[in-house]
């Protein structure tokens, strides 16, 4: 029971806040004090979170869900948000990577490649058993699972969780994790183009001209 508890008071925590956060964004217009606003509900998630034992992941997460689905303007907010997060995920996925203890790798190789297996499989057959139930279109079934093999900042961030919540397992779940998540930025996004260029989603126009349908490559002159 406490691990569901925790769920559902972290997501209306959450809830709550972005809600208010929707609510005080309507009298700021300014982009510093829209992004002040942000970053203030950002760090009221987290320390609510701290002091009452809840998930800090799962409470940000649902201040972002209340807050796009309550502004209208949502999009060029989180498009001011955007402007100086990189450096965050680059310092996010440095600490990550620095803790990786390659030694670990000797004792959970095989997890790792189950792991990675197992979520590969489970990605395109759940996506395809998915699409079919709703009865999509064939090419959403034979493709959608392959567009969803990329795994990255969710995926650290629980397993930085798991570091405090189970010390005796947390070296060597974050380093089949942080393997994992590498195999994936690697394949994952050259997979995602091909399926999406193969399903047409991607106009052929949006192609390099040598890469269009109907074109044959030449060599270059």
Request: hydrophobic residues 50%; contains cysteine; glycine residues 8%.
């Amino acid at each position: 029971v406490s691990p569901l508890l925790e769920i559902v008071f972290s997501l209306v925590a959450g809830a709550v806040i972005g809600t208010v956060l929707s609510f005080l964004l309507r009298f700021f217009r300014s982009r510093a004090n829209r992004l002040s606003l942000m970053i203030a509900a950002v760090f009221a998630g987290v320390a609510l979170a701290d002091r009452y034992g809840l998930s800090a992941l799962l409470t940000c997460m649902a201040i972002g869900a209340a807050m796009v689905n309550l502004r209208t303007d949502s999009e060029t907010l989180i498009e001011n948000v955007d402007r100086w997060t990189p450096p965050l995920f680059m310092l996010f996925f440095i600490i990550s990577g620095a803790e990786l203890d390659l030694q670990v790798l000797t004792t959970v190789g095989l997890l790792g490649v189950l792991y990675i297996l197992a979520r590969s499989l489970g990605k395109y057959f759940g996506a395809a058993l998915g699409a079919s139930v709703v009865k999509s279109e064939p090419k959403i079934r034979k493709y959608l699972g392959l567009t969803l093999l990329p795994q990255a900042g969710v995926a650290i961030g629980m397993a930085q969780v798991v570091m405090t919540k189970l010390p005796e397992y947390g070296a060597q779940i974050r380093a089949v994790v942080l393997c994992a998540t590498l195999v994936y930025e690697l394949i994952g996004p050259v997979v995602t183009r091909i399926a999406l260029v193969r399903s047409g989603e991607i106009p052929p126009d949006a192609l390099p001209e040598h890469k269009r349908p109907g074109r044959k490559n030449t060599p270059a002159s």
